[in-house]
């Protein structure tokens, strides 16, 4: 989730809240009924889930997913002058899901949903993450190269370009970066490592800094830290696994609505809409009509208008797709 920050302080510690991106038009896609069981798959800093819970009005029930410690701390928080989560909804209301949003399908279980009628995904990475000096997020500060969402399991950044064979860094630099000079870092990496292991963002710079032209150093950088951090976080595989689970979950008339912010995950989206598969593979009926479970409610993407992208920066990516189950 890209977002900007509004409020950062915590009696305790710093969080971060956010401002959805493209709130009313990814919301007002769901198609919000009364008594509706709906899942928000990125909660980040809740902004979208309060939305959604203040339009159901306690006549409904929202699960919101997210992996990373930090966004569920913010169920008790909340802007200034606004109950937070926790204080202005019941249980039967809201129940927050730690989890990644791959297992989407298996917690419904777990919670006794046959059916939903609308999710929400703002998928990639919220401003709290990129103004984490800790978690290796970021070109901009000195860390430990982790990027894990969830801090608790997986493979870090830093063991991904210690360990992986030269040919599969320049795989994921080249597909998730598009970086055509990812055999080359690739390469510096690799002999890099065999003098000292790579272990904080600092390192990871110098080796890879040479291969980048100073007009695009801050974009390619940014490509390369994406591509390392879809690795670290198999983000492509979880989506592709959440829009299947969200395909078997949404009822007739329940409403798909993602937003995407790279060409990658976008077009996986797009795939799903129109062929129920993120392939894009068309299977015809005897009429030759494309056998999809979706209709597309937008057929072209909805993007921020001007307003927003000057208010939020990181918003100028941002797509929307919405969707209805046949």
């Not at 809240?17 to 493209?22: F, G, S």
């Not at 990027?147 to 063991?159: E, F, L, P, S």
């Not at 007009?215 to 670290?232: G, N, P, S, Y």
């Not at 809409?273 to 993407?301: H, L, Q």
Request: charged content about 30%.
């Amino acid at each position: 989730m890209q977002h900007s920050i509004i409020m950062t302080q915590n009696s305790e510690e710093n969080i971060v809240y956010h401002v959805p991106v493209l709130l009313d038009e990814s919301i007002t896609g769901m198609n919000l009924k009364d008594g509706g069981i709906y899942v928000d798959v990125t909660f980040g800093g809740g902004g979208h889930s309060r939305e959604i819970l203040r339009r159901l009005d306690g006549k409904g029930k929202l699960f919101s997913f997210d992996q990373d410690a930090d966004a569920e701390k913010n169920i008790g928080l909340a802007p200034d002058g606004m109950p937070s989560i926790r204080e202005s909804v019941g249980a039967d209301s809201f129940q927050f899901v730690r989890s990644n949003f791959r297992y989407l399908k298996n917690w419904m279980r777990y919670y006794g949903v046959e059916q939903i009628d609308g999710l929400l995904a703002d998928l990639g990475v919220s401003s709290h993450h990129f103004d984490d000096e800790t978690r290796g997020f970021s070109f901009r500060f000195e860390a430990p190269l982790d990027m894990r969402m969830n801090k608790r399991d997986g493979m870090t950044a830093a063991g991904i370009v210690n360990e992986y064979e030269e040919s599969r860094l320049a795989d994921i630099f080249y597909l998730y970066g598009e970086l055509k000079t990812s055999r080359k870092i690739a390469s510096a990496i690799v002999k890099a490592r065999q003098q000292q292991r790579i272990a904080t963002t600092t390192d990871f710079l110098k080796i890879v800094e040479p291969f980048f032209k100073r007009e695009r150093e801050k974009k390619d950088m940014a490509k390369l830290f994406q591509a390392l951090r879809i690795e670290v976080n198999h983000e492509m595989d979880a989506l592709k696994e959440m829009l299947q689970a969200a395909t078997e979950l949404l009822r007739p008339g329940g409403r798909l609505s993602v937003i995407t912010y790279h060409s990658l995950e976008d077009r996986i989206v797009k795939n799903f809409i129109k062929t129920g598969n993120a392939e894009g593979k068309r299977v015809e009926d005897f009429f030759g009509r494309v056998d999809t479970p979706y209709k597309a409610v937008n057929n072209k993407v909805i993007v921020p208008d001007d307003e927003e992208q000057i208010r939020n920066p990181r918003s100028r990516s941002a797509k929307l797709r919405i969707a209805e189950k046949i």
